[in-house]
């Protein structure tokens, strides 16, 4: 009789335990992973230096409430024709370093226009706002450089919350056709289903976020392209939507494409980890779930603006 009393407070204590576990998971699951808690002391994060660069610089005043931040690198101010990188969510000397090492002649912007991908992405919802942008920066070039000065390539890029505003933009056809080309830094988001259920509770990924950047992939991919998109990404878990891994592994999917697994050193410190290529779309995925190694993609502009020209 005693032991069956024993083997009863034994059974208790062990449901016990197993519903406290239980009850400590969930906590886990749903808790804000956003921003990542983690901390990394292995790789180096190295950074470029805040300084002004060579070159003619100036604000562009109403077109968004904050002014657009221009520059002309010193190798390309006496040229006519130079490509334009309008980049979404950084720091202006982080652009202009970029546009000092882009391979070819540029001009440089930085908008930042505040907080979150929603603020960027009703920046355009205007959708004639991409061709004012373009034309009241190359008029003030031309007015500041003394000559005349027309746009190459279209190059857009975006880190973090930035990607709203490039989503928004080839959402529209007639800006669609303005693009030459795109650059994500690891700012590749959509909504979970129902919102903030993660995968591993069940929730599903809402692709329609997603659809406008499956559709440049498929066109970059496509054989005899003139699209160029490059994505890089960390292993940040947001938690309360979408993940850059989660996202770019449902487009390669979409795409019937693969990763291919890589080990090698990456720009400024960084470790890739995988890489997928078709035609002139490529995804490329490095180590980190922390701050240092979300702010590594951005600071590392330069090097991917070039690899983006090369596809």
């Known amino acids: 009789m ?3 009393r024993v083997l009863l ?8 335990w197993y519903a406290t576990q239980a009850r400590q998971e969930d906590s886990v699951k749903v808790a804000s992973q956003n921003p990542s808690p983690m901390v990394d002391h292995t790789r180096d994060h190295l950074r470029i230096e805040q300084k002004e660069y060579p070159g003619v610089a100036f604000e562009l005043s109403g077109v ?15 040229k006519k024709t130079v490509d334009l990188l309008i980049h979404f969510h950084g720091a202006a000397y982080v652009t202009q370093y970029a546009a000092t090492k882009y ?3 540029v001009i440089g912007a930085t908008i930042n226009v505040g907080s979150g991908s929603k603020v960027y992405n009703d920046a355009f919802v205007d959708t004639t706002r991409l061709s004012t942008l373009i034309d009241s920066i190359t008029a003030e070039a031309t007015n500041r450089l003394g000559h005349r000065v027309r746009p190459g390539r279209i190059v857009l890029s975006g880190f973090s919350a930035g990607y709203g505003a ?3 933009i080839i959402s529209t056809p007639v800006n669609y056709n303005l693009v030459d080309a795109v650059l994500l830094l690891d700012g590749f988001h959509t909504s979970y289903i129902p919102e903030r259920r993660v995968l591993a509770q069940g929730g599903r990924i809402d692709s329609t976020g997603l659809q406008p950047y499956i559709n440049l992939a498929l066109d970059a991919s496509s054989r005899g392209s003139k699209k160029r998109f490059l994505i890089t990404h960390s292993e940040i878990f947001p938690g309360t939507f979408v993940s850059t891994t989660e996202a770019t592994d449902y487009l390669i999917q979409a795409l019937g494409l693969k990763r291919r697994p ?5 720009p400024l410190g960084m470790q890739q980890l995988s890489a997928t ?5 490529s995804v490329l995925g490095f180590a980190g779930n922390t701050a240092p190694d979300h702010v590594d993609h951005v600071q590392a502009l330069y090097w991917f603006l070039n690899e983006l020209m090369k596809l």
Do not use: E
Not at 9 to 16: A, M, R, S
Not at 262 to 266: F, I, T, Y
């Open 262 to 266: 890589v080990l090698k050193n990456g």
């Open 166 to 168: 490039i989503r928004r």
């Open 277 to 281: 290529k078709k035609g002139k779309f």
């Open 103 to 105: 391979r070819g002649d």
């Open 64 to 78: 968004f409430a904050k002014p657009v931040q221009v520059f002309v690198p010193k190798k390309s101010v006496g």
């Open 9 to 16: 407070v034994l059974f208790t204590l062990t449901i016990t």
């Open 2 to 4: 005693r032991s069956n």
